[in-house]
C-alpha cells in the first residue's frame, strides 16, 4: 500500500529536529506553529510532524502527570527526560486506578491540552497546500514501562500480568481514540507510531511480550489507518533484524530508521520492499557527528546510488538531528539529497 514508484525526488524524511537547527537553517527562531510550518518547507521537506497522544503523559509534559509526581513524590521533576525509575507514575494496581488519565482531546503536543481539536485546525490554516501533518501517536510498549518504570514492568510482566495488560490497554485505547480526532482533519497526510522495541543487540523484551501485549494494538491503528485512506509508519531503534518480519506482518506502510551498522538497510528493501518502504539509514553517530560536510554528501550519494531505484525510501538520519549534529552537516544533508536525490526523466 502507498508505495507508488518514484516521483520526482525521493523524500526527505526527519521526524524530531532539534529546535537549535531549525533556527540556523530558518534564521530566526522557531517559537510560533507558524515558523514550524515555514521551518520544515524551507528545509525541504513535504510535511510538519506533530506529536499527539499518550507521549505527553509518559514523558512528563502533561499538567496530570505533573500534579500527579508533585502529589505523589514531593516535588515537581523537569518533564521531558528519559524516565527514572524512581519517577515513574504507576508502579500498582492502587496507582492505575488512582491516576487521572487525560481524555483524547487533551492529548495533544503543545503545551495547552484542552483541546487537540484546535490546534489542527490552526495548523490547516498555515499549511501551505503542497503539505500535510505527519502525527506521531507511539508509545504502545515505551509508554508502558516508562509509566511503569522498567524494573518495575519487567517484573510486573511476571507478578501481575493483568495490570501489564490494563496499562497497554490503556495506552492502546487512548491512540486509537487521538487517532480518531486526527483523521477528522484532512491536513493530517500520514500517521507514525515512535517505539523503541530494540537495542543494539536486539528486543529490548523477549518478542513474545509485544506479540501479546503490543502488536495487537499496532494491528488495529493500522487498520483504522487503512481505512481512512492514510498510510502509517513506525519508528524504532536498534537492531530490527529478529523482529522486523512481525512488523511487517501488523501492516505498516515504511519502517525508520534502519540504524547501522546493525541493520543493513539495502538487504532489507532488497528482501522486504515489495511489502514496506524503508526511511533513514544516513549514520546519525559517524557520519552526521562524527563527519565532515564532505563525508555526509559522501553517503548520500551511495545511498541514493542503492536505495532509490524504485522508490520506497525516504532519505534521512539513522535516528533524528539532536542538537549536538553540526549545523554544516545538516547543510550538506539537505544540499546532497537535492544534487543526488533528483529521479532523471527521459
Not at 246 to 264: K, R, S, W
Not at 291 to 318: H, Q
Request: proline share 6%; glycine share 10%; hydrophobic share 40%.
Amino acid at each position: 500500500m502507498f508505495r507508488r514508484g518514484e516521483g520526482d525526488r525521493v523524500p526527505l524524511f526527519e521526524l524530531s529536529i532539534h529546535r537549535d537547527l531549525k533556527t540556523a537553517i530558518l534564521g530566526r527562531s522557531v517559537d510560533t506553529l507558524e515558523d514550524e510550518v515555514d521551518f520544515w518547507q524551507t528545509a525541504g521537506y513535504d510535511f510538519v510532524p506533530i506529536r499527539a497522544g499518550v507521549r505527553s503523559v509518559v514523558r512528563g509534559y502533561h499538567p496530570a502527570a505533573q500534579e500527579w509526581r508533585h502529589a505523589h513524590q514531593g516535588a515537581k521533576r523537569e518533564a521531558g527526560g528519559w524516565v527514572a525509575e524512581d519517577a515513574a507514575i504507576i508502579h500498582d494496581r492502587d496507582d492505575f486506578e488512582a491516576f487521572p488519565w487525560p481524555q483524547p482531546e487533551q492529548l495533544g503536543g503543545y503545551g495547552d491540552y484542552a483541546d487537540l481539536g484546535s490546534h489542527l485546525e490552526e495548523l490547516a490554516r498555515l499549511l501551505p497546500p503542497s503539505m500535510k501533518l505527519l502525527a506521531q501517536i507511539g508509545y504502545v510498549f515505551m509508554g508502558a514501562w516508562q509509566l511503569m518504570g522498567f524494573e518495575n514492568y519487567c517484573l510486573k510482566l511476571v507478578d501481575d500480568p493483568d495490570l501489564i495488560q490494563d496499562v497497554h490497554d490503556w495506552l492502546g485505547s487512548s491512540q486509537l481514540a487521538v487517532l480518531e480526532i486526527l483523521l477528522q482533519h484532512d491536513c493530517v497526510g500520514t500517521v507514525w507510531l515512535p517505539d523503541d522495541l530494540c537495542f543494539n543487540s536486539g528486543p529490548v523484551v523477549s518478542p513474545r511480550v509485544c506479540r501479546k501485549y503490543v502488536y495487537p494494538w499496532y494491528e488495529r491503528i493500522v487498520e483504522r489507518c487503512h481505512q481512512a485512506g492514510i498510510p502509517v509508519g513506525l519508528h524504532s531503534d536498534g537492531d530490527l533484524n529478529s523482529i522486523l518480519p512481525e512488523l511487517v506482518a501488523c501492516g505498516f506502510d515504511a519502517i525508520h530508521p534502519f540504524e547501522p551498522p546493525m541493520n543493513d538497510i539495502v538487504a532489507v528493501k532488497r528482501a522486504w520492499g515489495d511489502k514496506v518502504a524503508v526511511a533513514g539509514n544516513i549514520d546519525l553517530k559517524e557520519t552526521l557527528c562524527g563527519g565532515s560536510p564532505g563525508d555526509v554528501e559522501a553517503e548520500v550519494r551511495v545511498k541514493v546510488a542503492a536505495l532509490a531505484p524504485g522508490g520506497g525510501w525516504l532519505l534521512g538520519s539513522s535516528n533524528s538531528i539532536p542538537d549536538f549534529v553540526p549545523v554544516e552537516n545538516y547543510r550538506a544533508l539537505l544540499a546532497a539529497s537535492l544534487k543526488y536525490g533528483r529521479y532523471h526523466r527521459a
